[in-house]
């Protein structure tokens, strides 16, 4: 039979300052690449708001209709002109229109801020306050109905503002169809 025990090559005795050094070693590689990994994670969670300009202008589209030549038919020029509101407030919020019933509460999230602001710049307030109010925080109550607008601010920049359209139900008379008009509306600076 063959001894493999006398064909192997003998260990080398590694001394304890060498498995030391080794240990350190690894240690340090390990937490290279958990430095690097959070590095990575830190940089994919942050929003680069450089590359977004927030002096967009409004842009016009005009179309017309021009009238046939056909005798049986008589057709006037129709004009029509769509306007696009651009935020150009630097805020970005979920929702710039909001339905809601008396008693009701309701708080659009802000996704961006302007330049410069942070969340502890925030500066909420109700245009009517016998409609809706609002607190420090952006929770929007509704008091009565009828129709205002809630104004958030910068503490930063007070230049920088955006509004969201509130309507309070008048006592259910209000249609589906309409608040959903509402709610998907674009915002108006």
Same mark, same amino acid.
């Given at each position: 039979?063959? *001894? *493999?025990?006398?064909?192997?090559?003998?260990?080398?005795?590694?001394?304890?300052?060498?498995?030391?050094?080794?240990?350190?070693?690894?240690?340090?590689?390990?937490?290279?690449?958990?430095?690097?990994?959070?590095?990575?994670?830190?940089?994919?969670?942050?929003?680069?708001?450089?590359?977004?300009? *927030?002096?967009?202008?409004?842009?016009?589209?005009?179309?017309?209709?021009?009238?046939?030549?056909?005798?049986?038919?008589?057709?006037?020029?129709?004009?029509?002109?769509?306007?696009?509101?651009?935020?150009?407030?630097?805020?970005?919020?979920?929702?710039?229109?909001?339905?809601?019933?008396?008693?009701?509460?309701?708080?659009?999230?802000?996704?961006?801020?302007?330049?410069?602001?942070?969340?502890?710049?925030?500066?909420?307030?109700?245009?009517?306050?016998?409609?809706?109010?609002?607190?420090?925080?952006?929770?929007?109550?509704?008091?009565?109905?009828?129709?205002?607008?809630?104004?958030?601010?910068?503490?930063?920049?007070?230049?920088?503002?955006?509004?969201?359209?509130?309507?309070?139900?008048?006592?259910?008379?209000?249609?589906?169809?309409?608040?959903?008009?509402?709610? *998907?509306?674009?915002?108006?600076?």
């Amino acid at each position: 039979m063959d *001894n *493999n025990y006398d064909s192997q090559r003998p260990r080398r005795r590694v001394t304890k300052e060498t498995l030391r050094k080794r240990q350190i070693t690894a240690l340090c590689i390990i937490a290279l690449i958990v430095l690097l990994i959070v590095i990575l994670i830190a940089k994919g969670c942050t929003k680069d708001t450089k590359k977004k300009s *927030n002096t967009t202008p409004a842009s016009t589209t005009t179309t017309t209709i021009v009238p046939t030549t056909d005798p049986a038919l008589t057709t006037a020029p129709i004009t029509t002109t769509e306007t696009t509101t651009v935020n150009t407030s630097g805020f970005k919020l979920d929702k710039y229109s909001v339905y809601l019933e008396v008693g009701e509460t309701d708080m659009p999230f802000v996704e961006e801020y302007p330049e410069g602001s942070t969340e502890a710049d925030e500066l909420w307030s109700s245009e009517d306050e016998t409609i809706a109010t609002v607190d420090a925080y952006g929770h929007i109550t509704a008091i009565a109905p009828g129709e205002t607008y809630i104004i958030l601010k910068s503490a930063a920049d007070q230049t920088k503002s955006v509004q969201v359209k509130v309507k309070v139900a008048d006592d259910g008379s209000t249609s589906a169809e309409e608040s959903i008009t509402t709610i *998907n509306a674009e915002p108006q600076l």
